[in-house]
């Protein structure tokens, strides 16, 4: 079945036609790594998944269904509730998405609710450290921070977790690690990927399908290792 589609779809910001009439198809339990080079459009599809563009951008055209419904025609209340259900999101820089007045444990039990076993779900992304849970967001390294923004997207159980680069900022054992945690936390809990990248190698690995964007359209997709080869 599918969870995602993205149909013609155009998004206009003021200066650029970011995305040109892209398609794009990701079907439930599937990895789909998308990838392309910067200015391609992929943080802006990705951000369309849950109608969450940047305030200067326009949909001009088409259409993007998230479980059948059309996120760009529901009303406020029914995409709150699409997204809360359906979707999680993280991305390049885990402090944008982690409030920096509260400590984590604090924003966690925000999230999850009270009464909600805050450990249980640090331990999930490997993190047991008590004093993570103490700590405000900048006083936690970034692949520990991504993590915590990881546990926050995944806490739910989301249908589909769009991730954003969260690895590119990190260096490559701490990238390794995160990948881990994303990937075996999304298959437990039956979560789709869109994971958009620019680390290739990362994608054919661990992704079932890839779609390649240029110039603001998916330009060719399929098994990851038909389209970028092996590893
Ligand atoms: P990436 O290629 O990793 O998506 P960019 O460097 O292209 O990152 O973009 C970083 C940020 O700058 C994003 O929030 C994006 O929305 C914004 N941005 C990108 N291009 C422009 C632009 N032409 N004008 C204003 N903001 C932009
Ligand atoms: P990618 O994620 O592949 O780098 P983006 O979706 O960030 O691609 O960008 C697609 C196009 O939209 C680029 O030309 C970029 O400069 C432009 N763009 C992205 N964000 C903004 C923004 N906030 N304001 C204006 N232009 C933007």
Redesign the pocket.
């Known amino acids: 079945m599918s969870l995602l589609t993205v149909r013609n779809l155009v998004i206009d910001?003021?200066?650029?036609r970011?995305l040109d009439g892209a398609d794009l198809e990701l079907r439930q339990g599937e990895t789909l790594g998308l990838v392309?080079?910067?200015?391609?459009?992929?943080?802006?599809?990705g951000s369309a998944v849950g109608r969450l563009l940047?305030g200067?951008?326009v949909r001009a055209g088409g259409e993007v269904t998230v479980a059948g419904e059309p996120v760009f025609d529901l009303p406020p209340g029914k995409l709150r509730h699409l997204r809360k259900k359906h979707l999680g999101f993280v991305f390049q820089d885990p402090i944008a998405s982690l409030d920096p007045t509260m400590r984590v444990g604090a924003q966690l039990r925000l999230v999850l609710g009270r009464g909600a076993d805050v450990g249980f779900h640090l331990g999930r992304v490997k993190l047991d450290d008590a004093r993570v849970v103490r700590a405000y967001p900048h006083q936690l390294s970034g692949g520990m921070a991504q993590r915590v923004a990881i546990a926050m997207a995944m806490a739910t159980a989301p249908e589909l977790l769009v991730a954003?680069e969260p690895t590119a900022a990190l260096d490559s054992q701490v990238r390794e690690e995160v990948l881990n945690v994303v990937f075996s936390l999304a298959a437990d809990a039956g979560t789709s990927i869109l994971w958009?990248s620019h680390d290739l190698p990362a994608v054919a690995r661990r992704c079932d399908r890839v779609a390649v964007?240029y110039g603001?359209r998916v330009v060719e997709s399929g098994p990851a290792r038909q389209v970028l080869g092996d590893p």
Do not use: V
């Open positions: 910001y003021p200066q650029t970011a392309g080079e910067s200015g391609s459009g992929k943080s802006t599809l940047p200067a951008a954003d958009l964007m603001g």
